[in-house]
């Protein structure tokens, strides 16, 4: 194995564990609707957990970017080694 393909599963299995991570963080989708009935509505909390969902909807996207590119990236080291 050459240090780059090592340097490649490295980075993928951290970004793979981050992403994992990311995506258990994000709440359920279902609490949100509960707001249109008027159940369960805590208006005054929820700018803080507006950009946190934000923040983590933009982080997973990132992360999921850069783990494509990666795959990419270690398949075309693995195809010309």
């Given amino acids: 194995m050459s240090t780059a393909m090592i340097l490649f599963a ?6 793979s564990v981050a992403l994992t991570v990311v995506v258990v963080l994000q709440s359920n989708r279902g609490s949100e609707m509960s707001a249109l009935t008027g159940r369960n509505s805590n208006a005054a909390g929820r700018g803080q957990s507006a950009k ?8 997973t996207v990132v992360l999921g970017l850069l783990f494509v590119v990666s795959v990419f990236v ?5 195809a010309y080694n």
């Fill in 74 to 78: 270690m398949d075309i080291i693995v």
């Fill in 10 to 15: 490295i980075v993928l299995i951290v970004l």
């Fill in 52 to 59: 946190k969902e934000m923040l983590l909807k933009r982080l």
